[in-house]
């Protein structure tokens, strides 16, 4: 470009120096912007062969951009050297500013390393600052924080000559303003891929939020989106329109509300316990109408944004059906079939779950009524069994039942003969003692010996005094069944058990208990009674069943015998019906058999 010993700068060398420079700004991608730092090199800095070395975000350098020859673009270009390697060339030779230059003389341990180089041959002139063909002369490219975006290497000046002060100089600037137009170039890549990959996503979020919105607004089942945190927690935002047919309510209507508001006052404790990540919970829900549907919520959490706010996605099941049906099934587990009402198994639940094993367990308190004898009992009876005081309900002067039947026996639907109450004796169960948790025998909260504190315990009552409350157990077996059973048959016997189980629950109160045991044998528990009002309520539920009773166009009639128990903390649930068995066998055998026939 020019010699050593000019003075002076030609005008034309600077022109095209600012001529190339100004091309790096026009390019629009940043392989159009490698390729034009190539060609400046060539087109304004005399020399025929360019490349640029740009580094990979993996730390190699790669050739972008060859200019000046088409064999070196052939042999170079997409091949790529380690950054290692390059790092030993730039520390090799002469630092011309920020140039290095590595003569033949020095370079020749470089022949065989993995950067990808070109050396066309040529003559070797006889000349101090002749260009020899294997020399090097490599331009680093900086960005402004000192990061290396690449290497500028140049090759056979149009003159021969190695570059003087003013090429060195032109070269260093060119570099610089190349570097900068690479940062640029890639700058504006970086951004171009990083909008297309936004736009990208944007397309694929309203794409999402169209696939939510469609599956949430077309759900077979009921979906809604509630706030969480703030003042309106809870509150419902959005409602499918499976959710709005299943309580009846508008949509409008509906987010007014929250999940809270309508709730089954019953089950609000179930909702307050489910969490709301992964929550699940089986509850009521409140219809316009005023009632109330089984259905199960499933809860998850989404965001709106990545650090927007929290939304609670709840998925609302309708299981009344299947609720129905565990219902039936649980009805049909702890009832009796024929009469519905509860069975065995329910009765000594219920009646397990007001007793405790308390320590100091109390006599059974009972009355002798008139009649009896001087003890309640026969001699060397069942009075022995349950201590002092002991007795039964004598039932024999309230009016006997006319007519001739059978002593009481078994037919498919009864207990049968009664010699003794070996049925109801305590049973040692698999977890214990009779009379231990484990047992089966005391099934209340005050199991483990009075431990809850909410537990009331339950104490016979001791005299006829007002305050003398206590639970009353009435076992009432039927007199004449078995004629009836075995004279008219099963179908009439059922009949007659049917009628009896509806009348012994009309004589009762709402918070009384009617079960069957089986066969034709009863218990009614009946809590808050003092001794007279329990001999009271067996009266007349005795008088309740002597009526006659239609069966088919037929007439019968049965009687009763009733024994009256006392329920209390210390005693089984077997041990108490055990107790009321004994005290119903002795009023039995206390009256002969014409004063306890029927039909």
Known sequence: ???????????????????????????????????????????????????????????????????????????????????????????????????????????????????????APSPVRDTPDAWHPMDRLFAPLYASDGELLGVLSVDRPRNGRRPGAWGCEALQMYASQAAIAISNARLRSNMQRA???LEREQQALRASEESFRQAFEYAPSGMAVAEMGGDQHGRLLRINDALCRLLGRPAAAMRRYSFSDLVHPEDIRTLLRTSAEGGRAELRLARRDGSYVWVSLRNSVVADTADGPRYLLTHVEDIEERKRHELQLAHRASHDQLTGLPNSAELRARLGSRLCARPDRPAVQSSVLPGAGPSGYAEGGPGQLYGQGGGFWDLEGLGGIPGAGAEPGTGPQTAGSRQA??????????????????AGGFGGPGADGGADPHHVHVVPPKGDGPGEKGLAVLFCDLDGFKSINDRYG????????????RRLEAGVRDDDTVARLGGDEFVVLADGLGPAEAQDLAVRLRNAIIPPIQIDGRTVRVGASFGIGWAGCGMTAEEVLQSADQRMYVEKRSRSKGQRRAG
Request: with cysteine.
């Open 490 to 501: 099963h179908h009439c016997g059922d009949g007659v058990l049917i009628a009896v189980a």
């Open 195 to 197: 909008l297309v990959r």
């Open 421 to 438: 109450p070996a049925p109801y004796a305590t049973a040692v169960a698999p977890g214990g003692p009779p009379g231990s948790p484990g």
């Open 1 to 119: 470009m020019e010699t050593e010993s000019e003075p002076y700068v030609r005008l034309a060398s600077l022109r095209q120096l600012h001529h190339v420079v100004a091309q790096l700004n026009t390019a629009r991608s940043l392989a159009d912007t490698l390729q034009t730092v190539a060609n400046g090199v060539v087109e304004g800095l005399g020399f025929e062969i360019a490349a640029v070395h740009l580094v990979r975000a993996e730390g190699e350098l790669v050739v972008a951009a060859v200019a000046g020859s088409a064999a070196a673009e052939a042999m170079m270009a997409g091949r790529s050297g380690s950054r290692t390697a390059w790092e030993r060339r730039l520390s090799l030779g002469q630092q011309w500013g920020a140039l290095h230059f590595v003569p033949y003389t020095e370079g020749w341990v470089l022949d065989d390393d993995e950067v990808p180089e070109w050396h």
